[in-house]
């Protein structure tokens, strides 16, 4: 046993040095310089980014001596940054070394003129005033990552003015230590604090192809005509140019999808209606049939879709047909005629039948005769819709098993007027998006999210809007979702449908509202008496609401908590990574790393914040995931890979390694936006994202183990299942070899077998598409733990379950 235990040993170190060589498919320099000379090279590696503000950025000639120089000048406050993206060696300690000079840089709420590593903790001391050239510096350590960004930062966690230069930047390695064998120790004998099932939490935006186009069944754009029909057809932007090889962009809706039907229509938006407050389209019928039609419907055969139109007579209208066409021939199309029109809107039900599959299906609307009629909405959705959800949408969020989801947003939150959303669909007004592109029809507002949630067993949370929103607002939305029918919203709310309270538990107060992307944001000394504002008057109609308030690590959420402790239940915190090109292993750790900051961030905060004495104000991460990458279902609709699921679950590792900080975290978004289930109009699946998440949920235990990991490259962690019969042990494994974990047990008997669920695939590229087989799998299997390790398959996240006598 001694020497094969040496064996194993000596096996771990050779493998722990050769990851290492794997860990980056860029070699890294020993040292790097940034002298800024030339400036073509200046503008291949260097960009600009404005967090907040409008800083102006140029290349100067006022470098130190007589060369060239980075520049930022800013009249009015900016966080900007000039930014450049560095292959670095995993497991290494680093210096970061440079010469600012600064002009009349003054601070409203950032730090000055300073260096720092992105999305890190930790910079350079920073300058204010007027300098001449100071030498700064910083040193840090990295842990798999194969690349640091190193900004350039005037302002700094909030902003400032004045203009700063910046020159020599230089990188250098101190030393490298190598990551450690693959051996891991649990402690069977001491859990910590458990884990919540709230961080399984899902976040769904009003935004590209997430609900509509995604989780709601609605065939048709533009329903209720918000764009002026016209003879121009140009519905979408980029719609009449020719994609690039490779490259890919998402249609955005700009001007009415519906296209005039016939030579003999007139077709004029009519301001003055008895139905809604905006137009609606006028067909006038001077000879045969004309009207409108939408196109590019996806059909499958022998498929049933049903459906209304809302039609008014004006004068002299003959018949009207709404027709579902699938080909070019007489009989290629399923009918329904109404004979005569109503003076008043009426309503007409819709139902078809598909004779053959088609992308290329149309639905027209279509008068005869002569005559004039008002067309006010109309809809179409596969009959098999749940209550207007997709039902094969509906079936894998059932599969992902999340217990709560956010809702209406992210930014689409801080210029959504809520009561847009209540009432009949049909004449709920149609805005453009205030955050995002395309437009907004309304067809999903609270009942339909309510309906939503208990359709797949969830609990519901909402965001307020305390950007261009008002308290009262926010207390009118609360009792109007949780108030009986003796209060006046509860009676509104009851009139549309819903006499029963949603009793709706928990509530965001606001988004994001210390950027300058978010409309309303505002400083934080004003956001904090305004948070407090809605807090208040929500509480004054329901005080069992939990309230959760707008955190950023650093200056804001510091200022959130000394003074808005008694107002909030949770605190919010947000982070998206990219990609690392450079290192595989550092690509799957970015999670882990944001996840471990703002950790470590709330620690400081519990010890030196009094206002938080005796109280516990966890986090909720309600938006976190990768963000990267070619938007190929809709806007933001990115593409996740194998690599990007393992980083997840090495995300869900360091939550549960900081459970007694996080307490609820919301994946975003839940479909085709950065979405862990994409969506055809036909077809949906699981992304890796999506597998991972659903895997975790339904396998993982409740009651975290400390895991003593000697090697840095495998992600390990451990759990006790609720009733402390099953031993959960999770591994992640992202390299592209075959690993094996020396395991050991203390504090209890070691188990010895059970069952391992593994999610894996060929490359780290791999992906599934909707509509095709998955190419990224979960496979179930027994085992029986030989000795003392465990053979991990390249490229997986394993869950072992220990059975436990």
């Known amino acids: ?136 510096e910083m040193t840090f350590e990295t842990m798999a990552e194969g690349s640091v960004q190193i900004n350039c930062l005037l302002g700094g966690w909030g902003s400032a003015t004045g203009t700063a230069w910046y020159d020599d930047i230089v990188l250098e390695c101190l030393s490298t230590t190598p990551p450690g064998p693959n051996e891991a120790v649990v402690d069977l004998s001491t859990t910590g604090e458990p884990i919540s099932k709230y961080i399984y939490g899902q976040f769904i ?146 139902q078809f039948k598909a004779g053959a599959s088609t992308e290329n299906g149309r639905l027209q609307i279509i008068g005869s005769g002569k005559g004039t009629f008002q067309i006010a909405a109309v809809s179409l959705m596969p009959a098999d819709n749940v209550e207007g959800f997709r039902p094969d949408v509906l079936a894998l969020l059932k599969e992902l098993d999340s217990p709560i989801y956010r809702w209406p947003g992210g930014n689409f939150v801080s210029g959504y007027e809520w009561r847009d959303g209540i009432g009949d669909p049909d004449k709920r007004p149609t805005r453009r998006n205030p955050a995002w592109t395309g437009i907004e029809p309304n067809d999903v507002g609270i009942h339909e999210f309510v309906k939503f949630c208990r359709l797949i067993n969830t609990e519901p949370m909402i965001a307020v809007n305390t950007g261009f929103g008002d308290a009262w607002s926010a207390m009118e939305e609360v009792e109007y979702s949780n108030g009986g029918v003796d209060t006046a919203m509860g009676q509104w709310r009851a009139e549309n449908g819903d006499a029963e309270p949603f009793d709706i538990e928990w509530w965001c107060v606001g988004n994001e509202m210390f950027g300058s992307w978010q409309l309303g944001y505002m400083s934080l000394n004003h956001y904090t008496i305004k948070h407090n504002l809605f807090a208040e008057r929500m509480w004054s109609v329901d005080p069992d609401l939990k309230l959760v308030g707008v ?30 090109r450079n290192s595989l292993v550092g690509h799957v750790n970015l999670p882990v790393r944001q996840i471990r900051r703002i950790a470590d961030a709330h620690r400081e905060y519990r010890k030196t914040i009094p206002q938080l004495e005796g109280k516990d104000i966890r986090v909720a991460m309600d938006e976190w995931n990768y963000w990267y990458g070619p938007h190929v279902y809709g806007e933001l609709g990115t593409r996740y890979f194998l690599k990007d699921a393992l980083g997840i679950a090495a995300g869900l590792h360091e939550f549960y390694r900081n459970s007694d900080i996080y307490y ?68 992640v494994n992202p390299l592209e070899e075959a690993q094996e974990l020396k395991l050991g047990f203390s504090g209890g008997k070691a188990p010895t077998a059970g069952t391992v669920h593994r999610l894996s695939g060929p490359e780290p590229g791999a992906y599934n598409e909707p509509g095709k087989d998955l190419v990224v799998t979960i496979h179930e299997e027994a085992f029986t733990l030989t000795g003392d390790t465990l053979e991990l398959p390249p490229l997986s996240a394993s869950i072992y379950r220990f059975n436990v006598k």
């Open 664 to 731: 609820m975290a919301n994946y975003a978004q839940t479909v085709n936006v950065i979405g862990a289930i994409k969506t055809t109009k036909t077809d949906a699946a699981f992304a890796t994202t999506g597998q991972i998440l659903a895997m975790y949920r339904k396998q993982y235990g409740a009651h975290p183990l400390t895991v003593e990991n000697k090697g840095r490259v495998l992600d390990v962690a451990a759990a006790w299942t609720e009733d402390r019969k099953t031993l959960t042990l999770s591994v």
């Open 551 to 580: 955190g950023e690590a650093g200056n804001w959420s510091r200022g959130m908590l000394e003074r808005c402790a008694d107002n909030m239940d949770l605190l919010s915190e947000h982070f998206y990574v990219q990609e690392d």
């Open 205 to 350: 935006e009003h935004l590209g192809r997430c609900i509509y186009g995604g989780i709601w069944a609605e065939m048709l754009e533009d329903r209720k005509f918000i764009f002026p029909i016209t003879t121009d057809y140009k519905p979408y932007r980029n719609m009449n140019r020719e994609k690039q090889p490779g490259e890919i962009f998402f249609d955005i809706l700009v001007a009415s999808p519906w296209r005039i039907v016939g030579t003999g229509a007139v077709v004029s938006m009519v301001e003055e209606n008895d139905w809604t407050r905006q137009a609606v389209p006028q067909v006038t019928v001077k000879a045969d049939a004309a009207g409108i039609e939408q196109l590019d419907l996806a059909l499958i055969e022998g498929k049933e879709y049903v459906g209304r139109v809302v039609l008014a007579a004006v004068e002299g209208s003959g018949p009207v047909e709404a027709r579902l066409i699938w080909g070019d021939g007489a009989d290629e199309r399923s009918v329904v005629s109404i004979p005569r029109l109503s003076k008043e809107f009426t309503k007409y039900p819709l």
């Open 1 to 136: 046993m001694k020497n094969n235990r040496q064996g194993n040993l000596w096996l771990g170190l050779g493998l722990a040095l050769a990851m290492i060589v794997c860990l980056a498919s860029v070699s890294p320099a020993e040292s790097v310089t940034f002298d800024f000379e030339q400036p073509e090279p200046i503008r291949e590696q260097w960009r600009q980014t404005n967090w907040a503000g409008q800083g102006a950025f140029s290349i100067s000639d006022q470098g130190r001596g007589t060369g060239r120089c980075l520049e930022i000048q800013a009249r009015e406050g900016v966080d900007s940054a000039w930014h450049a993206r560095v292959p670095v060696k995993a497991f290494s300690t680093y210096r970061l070394t440079g010469w600012i000079r600064t002009r009349g840089v003054e601070t409203e709420s950032g730090r000055g003129a300073l260096l720092n590593l992105h999305s890190r903790e930790g910079a350079t001391r920073a300058l204010k005033g007027t300098t001449d050239w100071t030498k700064v």
